[in-house]
């Protein structure tokens, strides 16, 4: 990591620099996607409107060091933008400038900065948001303050503030600039909490019943996103033993991720062993020895901005003992009879409760509880949630229709000192899958990486690559 101290020194401009064959990625969004999402919205909106949607904040790591940047998936569903400072104005009916022209959306984008991009990479720009993204009213954000629209006159002006934003003093173009600007044009007081509710709470029913429903392209993504999830699964299947650290299992998954292009992961990466696994967001992965327990794994790849969920749970040894397959394999009957409720149509009401009734029968049987009703000490979260563009993403309705993915996944976790006999402690199960709902029934996505007990150790059999990968023991202490 250079130092910026050196900035002066590099004066080399990105900027113009044409390369003949650029090797990246050719599997994006088509411009006409974002358009046909945009035009989307705009035919749910209501009357007289104005919706906004702000890029997310960068978020500083240390010193002069930010992290990743991640951008408001809404902002990408609608643009493909991936940079931050900008924001989008979609109307609801076309709006006429002072020389005539009309327009349905404004769009106010970072500005390039050729020395700024030689450290911070390469911008698009107006002209690049025109030509990659198709969107021909873009402006610089510096534009935004003085730029003739009177927001104020709309009777319904939808919008979510950015989270966690600090919102500077000055008048600038960064996105602190860009609120503050849209608050005076708009005429909005942030006093009006009330007023405030009601944008957020109408943007995201506007955006989560778009969000809700995969079209074509997304559903696409999704099952590259979990195909790749599920071949991270099935390497560390392969590789793993008693002396791997819970670090180098995350690796493992993440490095396969990398390998098939995933960019990132669509959230922190859950490796826990033996009781760690009982923590339902345990990302710290600080065992430096799995041993031979069980190992929970939910990590899920970001693929252009969609992100799978999936969960297994394996036996380190690779076989798994007579007491954690009675466990497993009640955890997997519950996820088969919530797979069976699963249809246009259905809810996750029903399919949580067909979870629960397994569960709990399950449970009772083995003497782990004496009462079913106590089932819910051992299975503390929901069965499911859908994912997109965000790891739980929005959803408008509680019903189930044609075109949504969702994970269902149900668990058991028995903590140390649980009330039970001690044989149980610290064993903890999940196994989480992604489906397609479909008209008649859905589709497992997911399918790649194996589920059941016998599936799960032929594929532990099996040889790894990783199996005659050494480092050399370090110097250092
Ligand atoms: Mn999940």
Known sequence: MFKRLFTFLVVVSIANTSIAQDFEPKDYFTKEFHANRREAL???MPESSVMAVFAFPMRNFSNDVDYLYHQNPDLYYFTGYKEPDAVLFIFKDAQTDDKGNTYKELFFV???NPMQESWTGKRLGTEGVKEKLGINMAFNGSDFKDFPVDLSKFTNIIYSLPPDLVMAKSETVNLAGLVNSFLRKANISLDQTTNVNTARRTYYKLTGQLREIKTPEETTMLRKAVEISCQGQNEVMKAA???MSEFEIQGLHEFVHKKYGAENVGYGSIIGAGENGCILHYVTNTKTKVGNSLILMDVGAEYHGYTADVTRTIPASGKFTADEKLIYQIVYDAQEAA??????????AAASNAANEVISEGLFKLGIIKDKKDYRKYYTHGLGHHIGLDVHDRAATNKLLKNMVITIEPGIYIAPNSDC????WGMAVRIE???LITQDGYELLSS???RSIADVEKKMAEKSALDNFKLPVLKSK
């Not at 797979?339 to 996750?348: H, M, Q």
């Open 42 to 44: 705009r035919n749910s």
């Open 433 to 435: 899958d992604d489906v």
């Open 241 to 243: 033993h008693a002396n």
């Open 339 to 348: 797979f069976k409720t699963l249809k246009d149509g259905s809810s996750f």
């Open 448 to 450: 790649f990486a194996p």
């Open 110 to 112: 970072q500005k390039r």
């Open 421 to 424: 006999d001690k044989k149980w």
